[in-house]
């Protein structure tokens, strides 16, 4: 297996190189479990965040980021756009996302008491990495559709094509592989 070294704010990491398609892998960044990168991405990321009320984040690895960036800016209350409704959501919206990472298409759902809780207030989107965008696509929708104000669209890593977007806000780039563990160029 190939490896590719980062330094994320501030932390050395290797990043496992995975097959996404014949011609196209892409370095593993898994934020679940790394205690001290994700306090200090959070901190970085909070430097460079623009006022907001509320953070939201999409299941399941922008959780542990939305987590520690509330907790260090003192925030009650985070969102998270869950994979699936649960039972005690007192009622659901949703839309349609396809990721990188996954090979169908997805849904996200907001509860309609968060949506409550977001509506006209300033919100942030954070991930761990943005990549096609279409998650991040799939949350703005969702705060849309609940009268939030979209006010920043933070990532720790900016991957592919998403490194040259001027709407996000990132901490470190991340390429795209070939086979053989190189850059593609």
Same mark, same amino acid.
């Given at each position: 297996?190939? +490896? +590719?070294?980062?330094?994320?704010?501030?932390?050395?990491?290797?990043?496992?190189?995975? #097959?996404?398609?014949?011609?196209?892998?892409?370095?593993?960044?898994?934020?679940?479990?790394?205690?001290?990168?994700?306090?200090?991405?959070?901190?970085?990321? =909070? #430097? $460079?965040?623009?006022? +907001?009320?509320?953070?939201?984040?999409?299941?399941?690895?922008?959780?542990?980021?939305?987590?520690?960036?509330?907790?260090?800016?003192?925030?009650?209350?985070?969102?998270?756009?869950?994979?699936?409704?649960?039972?005690?959501?007192?009622?659901?919206?949703?839309?349609?996302?396809?990721?990188?990472?996954?090979?169908?298409?997805?849904? $996200?759902? =907001?509860?309609?008491?968060?949506?409550?809780?977001?509506?006209?207030?300033?919100? =942030?989107?954070?991930?761990?990495?943005?990549?096609?965008?279409?998650? $991040?696509?799939?949350?703005?929708?969702?705060?849309?559709?609940?009268?939030?104000?979209?006010?920043? #669209?933070?990532?720790? =890593?900016?991957?592919?094509?998403?490194?040259?977007?001027?709407?996000?806000?990132?901490?470190?780039?991340?390429?795209?592989?070939?086979?053989?563990?190189?850059?593609?160029?």
């Amino acid at each position: 297996m190939h +490896y +590719y070294p980062m330094t994320i704010a501030g932390l050395d990491r290797k990043l496992p190189i995975c #097959r996404v398609t014949d011609d196209l892998y892409i370095g593993a960044f898994v934020i679940f479990g790394d205690a001290p990168l994700t306090v200090a991405c959070a901190r970085d990321l =909070l #430097r $460079l965040a623009p006022e +907001y009320d509320y953070l939201i984040t999409a299941e399941a690895k922008g959780i542990p980021l939305a987590h520690e960036m509330a907790q260090q800016h003192g925030d009650a209350h985070y969102f998270i756009a869950r994979k699936h409704p649960k039972l005690y959501m007192t009622g659901v919206f949703q839309v349609n996302v396809r990721s990188i990472t996954t090979d169908a298409e997805q849904h $996200l759902y =907001l509860d309609t008491a968060d949506a409550e809780m977001m509506r006209g207030k300033r919100i =942030l989107i954070v991930d761990d990495v943005i990549s096609t965008g279409e998650s $991040l696509a799939a949350i703005e929708a969702l705060v849309n559709q609940a009268g939030g104000n979209v006010v920043g #669209r933070m990532a720790i =890593l900016a991957e592919g094509k998403a490194q040259t977007r001027d709407d996000i806000i990132y901490l470190e780039k991340l390429p795209v592989f070939n086979a053989d563990g190189t850059v593609k160029g």
